[in-house]
T-cell receptor, first 112, second 115 residues
Framework: EDQVTQSPEALRLQEGESSSLNCSYT??????LFWYRQDPGKGPEFLFT???AGEEKEKERLKATLTKKESFLHITAPKPEDSATYLC?????????????FGTGTKLQVIP | ETGVTQTPRHLVMGMTNKKSLKCEQH?????MYWYKQSAKKPLELMFV???????ENNSVPSRFSPECPNSSHLFLHLHTLQPEDSALYLC??????????????FGSGTRLTVV
């Protein structure tokens, strides 16, 4: 069974204090790993897709990396507006469609 | 309107009521999904539709009944729910069910409370 584990569950940072969020996964036949951002009262918003070990993608203060067992979301010099829950998900093939398994998320709070 | 729109945003219903959730996507996508999000739990896939055809029913109780009249609209009909069904119900779409390159596009969800 595909599994996704995110850590830490919650993270509190001072503005400008860089850190990383972890996503560990076990999946049969990884087709892609997604990162999403979710603000309170809203649906998840797509950030990145990573396909193979060694791949990296960046967007503003966020950088996502992928190895064969885990992915990291690095946040450089965060701002209060980066506060949100960050979700990781893995995609695998299942019966003709791409099954996506989500983690429980890391709730990030950035304090001014 | 653009993206994925869900209505209503909030819904309170008694256990004997019947209600429906609506989802509409304006992206020209071929696949639509219903997910359930409960506190401290990962998103749970409920139903998958591809071009109006249901391709997955993820062991969801029959008190949840999906309907997809066309590739732009998705409904979730609710009846005789239980308090544990209270959650955020999210609709999502993607270009195709076989390849999800840019992830899903989610709606803002319906916050359902069963009393």
């Amino acid at each position: 069974e595909d599994q996704v584990t995110q850590s830490p569950e919650a993270l509190r940072l001072q503005e400008g204090e860089s850190s990383s969020l972890n996503c560990s996964y076990t999946v049969s036949g990884l087709r892609g790993l997604f990162w999403y951002r979710q603000d309170p009262g809203k649906g998840p918003e797509f950030l990145f897709t990573l396909y193979s070990a060694g791949e990296e993608k960046e967007k503003e203060r966020l950088k996502a990396t992928l190895t064969k067992k885990e992915s990291f979301l690095h946040i450089t010099a965060p701002k209060p507006e980066d506060s949100a829950t960050y979700l990781c998900a893995v995609q695998a093939e299942s019966g003709g469609y791409q099954k996506v398994t989500f983690g429980t998320g890391t709730k990030l709070q950035v304090i001014p | 309107e653009t993206g994925v729109t869900q209505t209503p945003r909030h819904l309170v219903m008694g256990m004997t009521n019947k209600k429906s959730l609506k989802c509409e996507q304006h992206l020209g996508h071929n696949a639509m999904y219903w997910y359930k999000q409960s506190a401290k739990k990962p998103l749970e896939l409920m139903f998958v539709y591809s071009l109006e055809e249901r391709v997955e029913n993820n062991s969801v109780p029959s008190r949840f009944s999906p309907e997809c009249p066309n590739s732009s609209h998705l409904f979730l009909h609710l009846h005789t729910l239980q308090p544990e069904d209270s959650a955020l119900y999210l609709c999502a779409s993607s270009q195709d069910i076989r390849v999800v390159l840019d992830g899903y596009t989610f709606g803002s969800g319906t916050r359902l409370t069963v009393v």
